[in-house]
Every structure is written in C-alpha cells, then in structure tokens.
C-alpha cells in the first residue's frame, strides 16, 4: 500500500517534471524542500512560505523528538496540525543529526548509540523507534534510519554501512504502522563505489518502496564523483517513483540532477547563506555584506517578483544584514523565493518541452565567459543536453578545469 502518487508529466531525455500526490499537497517536481529543523524556517511564516510557492517542508525528527517531543506532537494530533501547516511534511530519520552533532555516537547492529543531550546519559536510536517517532510526527513522507558515513571515507567501513543499510530497510518496514498515511522512502548508500552503489539500489528496489532517496552526498566529495554517483542511481531507480538527492541545495547542482533524472532535494544552504548576509541570484551569489552595496538602490535581483525584491534596496538590506534580524529574515525569504522559482521553472521547461534551452540560458547567466566547470560539461553529455553554446573555445584557468567547445 502506497500513500503517493507520481505520475510523470514530461520528459527530456533523463530529466522528468511530474505531479507528485502526498496526502497533505499535490506537488510539481522538481521541486526543493527548505529545511525546518524544529518545525519551523527560521524567519518565515507559514503563510510567507504558501506565497512562495513552498510545497514540502522537511522537519528533523531528532529535534524534534528533543523538542517539543513526539509523544506531545501526537496528543497535538501530529505535526501538520501543531505548526498548522497544511501542505507536505517530510522528516528525515534522526540518524544524520547523531553523527554529524553529537559526538560520540556509535553505530552498531542495533542501532545508533549517543549521549543525551539533555542529561548525558547514553541512548539508542533503533530503525524501530526512528520509525514510530515519526509515525507520531506524521509527514507525509518518512525517512529510513541508515548507517550514516561521510563520502570522504573510503575501505570496509563504506561496504558495512551498505550491507548494514539494507538490513535496517527490512526492520524500518516491519516498523511502520501507517503505510497508508506515510511514505517510508529508502536510502541508496554505498559511497563513491559503483558497486556498493549498485547493490544498494537492487536491494532497495527489490523492497518495492513508494520513493528513493540517494543518501551519503553532499559532504565534500569532488563534483566528479557526485555527479557520477547520482547518474548511477537515478539511472537504475524506478521510473515511477519518485527520486531525492538528500543534502542538495547549490542552484547548480539542482539543475545537473534534474538533467539526470532526479526529482527531490533539501539543503539548509539557501536559508543559512542568507544569515550569513548572502542572496541568490541569477549571476550566483550577491554579498550584500559588502561595502559597495550600502549605497545600491537597486533590488536584490531586479528580475524577481518576491516582496523583498519589489519593496526593499540592496542599501537597506545591507544597513540590516548580520546586525538585525530582519535582515535574515528578508533575505531568507529571497533565497527560498529564488528556489522555488527555479523549481518551477525546471518544471515548466521540461513540461513545455524546452529543458535545453532552459539549461544553456542558465548557465549563460552564472558563467557569462563560458568558463563552465568541467564536471557540469561531463554531467550534460551524460544527460544529452548540448551545451556547447555556454563554453568559451578554450580554457586557460588555474582554478579547476574549464570545458572546452567543440
């Protein structure tokens, strides 16, 4: 029994746009997910992000489960209802949050050990209770606890963490109470090893789960072998399920998975640049830290539609940034505003049949010298998107390589 739909509305090539049914939203894919660590965006209202066009949220189940508590959450009568949100939740499984904050977690067969927080005291995170922690949260779709490793590790420990995330899938799925209310997606492991890799995915697939997720990115392997790996993946998943690179947020790593065939991300990247002073933007990214912007009159990005873009300058942003508030505030609400754009503009150009197009005019705006990275050029020939148009004639940088046109 499965509580989603997806059902593909157009393609080009690997890339697919598609309406995605969840309980709680009918969402388009692609589409990004900003990161609500405690059930909220740091900043913005929930009405603020209905307006931008915000479809799932991803709430973390270990901050949550810390505060204010799932047991409490559930007598609320489960997150949608506490935060009074009335589109897509997603939480995620708890066990990132353990290995990447607490130290001293330790992962054995059982589960993830680490030391409360609240009173240092030593505590176990199984598949089982990950499961019916979030089965009393309620998103609409769950998250798999899986044996977490940084891609930068390489040797047994990448192969052990494989095999043991095939493993916790089976006790995740006996877990799960409410399999017709909540999406319990699996997690795709196995490091930069195309075998492991591969393994993973049959093992998940074989299990026939309502979605995919492509886990152990993002956590500062090379470009090269990010791409290679989500190529890999997408290209052995399910053509009618959907497909999530977790932890991915950068705009133009969001266009080349799409180009491959990916569906779903989050990052807390556009909310966190934008505490940090930092707005997207077409061209990359505006510092509006910087001393030139505190007499700029001109919009964030003069080609944007948000609220901030339509009522505030660069020069009051900046006389804010990093000093009030309000500043991250304006500024989150511009970068997730830009994300959701870029979402639907993914959407819309696979749909009306003019992805390419939409691609080489992006990648226009953000290397306007043509100096597109080498592992971009090597993703689009993969992807069989021509973007030879957008590469200067030759490459002459010391600062990674360049492609070359043809």
Known sequence: MMALRFEVLGRFNRARAARLTLPHFVCQTPLFMP??????????????????????????????ALRPGAELIDDMGGLHKFMNWK????????????????????ITENGVTFQSPVDGKPMLLTPEESIQI????????IMALDDVVK???TGPRIEEAMYRTLRWIDRCIAAHQKPGTQNLFGIVQGGLDPTLRDICVRGLVDRNLPGYAIGGLAGGEDKDS??????????ALPEDKPRYVMGVGYPLDIVVCSALGADMYDCVYPTRTARFGSALVPEGVLK?????MSSDERPIDPTCTCMVCKNYTRAYIHCLVTKDAMGSQLLSYHN??????????????????????????FLRVQFPKGNVPEWVCNAMEVAGIDISSCCAPFSTSSEGQFCKST
């Not at 059930?39 to 189940?61: A, M």
């Not at 505003?337 to 005019?361: A, C, N, T, W």
């Open 35 to 64: 990161v609500g660590t405690q059930g909220t965006i740091k900043g913005l209202t929930n009405d603020q992000l209905e307006d931008i066009g915000c479809q799932i949220i991803l709430g973390n189940t270990y901050h949550l």
């Open 226 to 235: 990010f791409w290679r790996v989500v190529a890999q993946c997408t290209a």
């Open 288 to 292: 509006l830290t910087h001393q030139v």
């Open 87 to 106: 589109r897509a939740l997603l939480t995620d499984s708890g066990g990132f949050q353990m290995v990447s904050l607490l130290h001293l977690a330790d």
């Open 336 to 361: 997730l505003s830009y994300m959701m754009r870029l979402s639907k503009d993914l959407h819309m150009s696979i749909v009306e049949g003019r992805f390419p197009e939409f691609v080489q005019e």
């Open 151 to 153: 891609t930068t590790i």
């Open 134 to 141: 979030q089965n009393k949260i309620g998103a609409d779709i």
